[in-house]
């Protein structure tokens, strides 16, 4: 069955979508394109948008389903919450025109959801950076990115998600100040991202805003906190004392970051930590700290 015709088939449907559904988009052709396109602009924008949601659920829940071909002709979709679903399904996307369209979008979208969600997809690539396995386009990425999150008139969301992103470049000492100056901003949301790019960063310096914000008033920079302290990894052990107090928190998801946080840090402190949630009676903290556990014995097998 053509591209065309599932989508006929599904733009009708008033039950939710279903992997099976979506099968036949899997592995599009570039061929299938015009023919798509055209039936897919006779569908009205409430109805594509919420198509393309359903899609980006089912993309990320199935292994199955290759979506790549037709995410990159919906970004140049008219809706906005369209592209910015667009952007989202391409997450695995890994190629260097995947990268350079995305920071064109973070650049020039008309629209802050795009723009934001463009900076949020460029952070694979800042990580890909770090490892060295970007061969092409990493000078124009940490450009870019820069540009952004130092750029005031952008709005606050845009600003905030390219900070994350370029994070990565931790000896990039304009984005190393910037998060620094988020950190110590009066807006929260600006410090949560000063966290995310904190713990990307992996940079000692950051261990006394990350241990400040484990105590924090606020469950946000706690949960961030506790993630940002995961990646710096056994460069944290200083806060394991901090961590094993939050894997008993009422709020579950804090929990979660910190159980996962000490099994990324290591050492006999936090496997005694993990060794005792893991008896735990509740069920996703037992199971967190078991592949925590996990983690660290594969740790130390590879030493």
């Known amino acids: 069955m053509s591209a065309a015709r599932i989508l ?20 599009l052709r570039q061929i299938d394109r015009r023919d798509f396109l055209e039936l897919w602009t006779t569908l ?9 949601r359903e899609m980006v659920e089912l993309s990320e829940e199935s292994v199955e ?3 790549s071909e037709l995410w990159t002709w919906l970004l140049d979709d008219t809706d906005a919450t369209v592209r910015a679903s667009a952007v989202e399904g391409l997450w695995e996307n890994t190629a260097p025109r995947t990268m350079r369209r995305m920071l064109v979008m973070m ?9 934001a969600a463009a900076a949020v997809g460029l952070s694979r690539f800042g990580y890909m950076a770090s490892l060295g396995e970007l061969d092409d386009g990493a000078e124009l990425l940490e450009r870019d990115l820069a540009l952004i999150e130092l750029d005031e008139r952008q709005p606050q969301e845009v600003r905030r998600r390219a900070l994350e992103s370029a994070g990565y470049f931790a000896e990039n000492e304009a984005v190393q100040h910037q998060i620094e100056r988020d950190f110590a901003s009066d807006e929260q949301l600006l410090q949560e991202s000063a966290l995310v790019a904190m713990g990307r960063a992996m ?3 950051w261990l006394p805003q990350i241990g400040e914000a484990l105590r924090s008033e606020s469950p946000a920079l706690r949960y961030e906190a506790a993630r940002a302290a995961g990646e710096l990894a056994d460069g944290a052990r200083g806060l394991l004392p901090r961590l094993a107090r939050l894997m008993t928190s009422r709020d579950t998801e804090i929990a979660l970051a910190a159980i996962w946080s000490m099994g990324q840090i290591g050492g006999d402190v936090a496997e005694d930590a993990l060794q005792q949630v893991k008896r735990s009676e509740d069920e996703a903290r037992s199971q967190a700290a078991t592949e925590a556990l996990e983690e660290l014995k594969m740790g130390k097998s590879l030493l």
């Open 44 to 52: 009205t924008p409430e109805r594509r948008t919420s198509l393309a």
């Open 107 to 115: 650049r020039n979208d008309t629209s802050e959801e795009v723009r």
């Open 65 to 67: 389903l290759d979506l």
């Open 8 to 27: 006929e088939t599904i733009g009708g449907l008033s039950r939710p979508l279903t992997e099976r559904d979506l099968r036949g988009l899997s592995g």
């Open 203 to 205: 940079l000692p310096r």
